[in-house]
């Protein structure tokens, strides 16, 4: 979980601030009782009051951490919320506690000191008695109070000092890598290639021509798991890899200049095996490029990564970006819905998938290639620190349902050879302009170009769409 906390200067900075006026105001507050609280005050009413708070509200809720787990609450923030203002709801339980901690030192006779000692305060002070003293007796805190100053101020010139040296070390480290090399993602007309054979039809070409495509993400291999049979299990594992054609050597012929874009699709089965698959996936895609002369500029790594697997899709994103970095290339990745709510892994930028939006096994769901409902749902509540483009589909299918059961994905020649319920699904122009308003609506981090990428690049599915709706999906 420690993944999600992060720390900013202004809230740092804001933390602190509370921590020492709590303190002050505790002091002034600690002052006043001693000066206007006379004995029997002190004794029936204001340590009655003390003794039931720290029973009721702390014992209760900080015995087990402390003062210290409220310091690291004040002090830390969880990344979701990008703002300090959820610390206020503990504003007044910090300034209470301190308030409180004072007063019982007071009573008791305590030295202040005393209250750095972990677990001293909810522990040893609710048990101390208050002891007796003569109207007028005041007892002095004023050296340990300056103590305390002293040491507070020296702990925030401290802090402010390491963390700002971690900042400028940071930047430092930032900026010496910007200046080896920053991938520059400029926006374009895009489609996907998810075909086991790379050969654009005419009309495919006639399309990417027709609606100036410069950018291809092709499918190249999936990785997935396989037991090798060599004493190791199971490992992972390049299959369903893509044909490249000589076809792609002739797009100069039609005037096409298109930028072809490697992806690779890793199952989660290959993720939960933990194996080494930076080098290996950078390597094969390289030497595949190089046997079809493709220059390309950037790997697409494309997986539905859960919290289970996370974290190593995360670890595999940062090798596998440090890699391409130094060969002076980009490194991006599909998100999904339900991804968009995480944090995103450190990636150049994201392409986010606007289909499957549903679940296609599920009988009572009506169209689970696209419902822009569920979009907007998704919408509500997301946003993104990376650069997104968005996929919109143009392919449908047709599902087999028996007894309420999903059995698989039919092609046109087998839908009259089984029996039970067949639902065909289409991605409805309609719905994908409602998509695209809601993106728009809704996700308000986007203040940047992007671009826009069909799935996928099929003409019997394209011709489906007239011209003016394809621009349409392409306008920005």
């Known amino acids: ?34 000066a206007h609280y006379n004995p029997i005050c002190i004794k029936e009413v204001h340590y009655s009051l003390s003794e039931i708070l720290w029973c009721i509200v702390f014992m209760s809720c900080f015995a087990v951490f402390g003062i210290y787990v409220l310091a690291m609450l004040l002090i830390f923030y969880i990344h979701d919320s990008y703002t300090i203002y959820p610390l206020l709801l503990f504003i007044p339980l910090a300034v209470l506690y301190i308030v409180q901690t004072f007063r019982r030192c007071y009573d008791s006779g305590t030295s202040l000191w005393y209250i750095l000692i972990p677990m001293f305060p909810p522990i040893v002070l609710s048990y101390s008695k208050s002891k007796q003293r003569k109207d007028g007796e005041r007892k002095s805190f004023s050296i340990e109070r300056k103590g305390l100053i002293v040491l507070v101020a020296i702990f925030m010139l401290a802090t402010i000092w390491f963390y700002g040296t971690n ?3 940071n930047n430092s480290v930032a900026t010496m890598e910007n200046a080896v ?8 007309n895009a489609v996907y290639h998810w075909k086991t054979v790379l050969k654009p039809s005419s009309d495919e070409i006639h399309f990417m021509k027709n609606h100036s495509i410069k950018r291809m993400y092709v499918k190249f291999f999936d990785v997935s798991t396989d037991n090798l049979y060599d004493g190791q299990g199971e490992q992972p594992v390049p299959v369903a890899t893509t044909i490249i054609t000589d076809q792609i050597k002739t797009f100069d012929d039609y005037g096409l200049d298109v930028e072809i874009v490697p992806v690779v699709f890793i199952t989660v089965e290959a993720l939960r095996l933990d194996k080494p ?20 500029k950037e790997i697409q790594l494309d997986c539905d990564w859960t919290k289970e697997t996370k974290h190593m899709f995360f670890s595999l994103c940062q090798e596998v970006k440090q890699m391409l970095h130094e060969k002076e290339l980009g490194l991006s990745a599909t998100i999904r ?11 150049d930028y994201g392409v986010l ?63 009259a050879r089984h029996e039970g319920i067949l639902r065909h699904e289409t991605s409805d122009f309609t719905e994908i302009m409602k998509v695209k308003n809601a993106i728009k609506q809704d996700l308000k981090d986007i203040d940047y170009p992007s671009s826009t990428i069909i799935y996928h690049l099929d003409s019997a599915n394209l011709s489906k769409y007239s011209n003016d709706e394809i621009e349409k999906i392409y306008s920005r």
């Open 181 to 188: 090399f920053q991938f520059h993602h400029e926006p374009a």
């Open 167 to 169: 900042i400028s070390r």
């Open 337 to 347: 819905l339900h991804q968009l709510r995480d944090t995103l892994p450190d990636i």
């Open 277 to 296: 698959l930076g080098e290996r996936i950078v390597q094969r895609v390289d030497d595949m490029c190089r046997a079809n002369g493709i220059k390309y």
């Open 1 to 34: 979980m420690w993944d999600k906390w992060r720390l900013g200067r202004t809230d740092y900075i804001l933390s602190l601030i509370v921590i020492v006026l709590g303190l002050c105001l505790s002091m002034y507050l600690h002052d006043y009782c001693n």
């Open 353 to 415: 998938m606007l289909y499957n939006t549903e679940n296609l096994r599920d009988h009572k769901v009506k169209n689970s290639i696209l419902n822009s409902q569920v979009v907007r749902e998704y919408m509500r509540h997301a946003r993104s620190d990376k650069h997104l483009d968005f996929a919109y589909p143009t392919y449908e299918w047709t599902l087999w349902f028996k007894d309420n059961k999903f059995m698989g994905i039919l092609t046109q020649s087998d839908t």
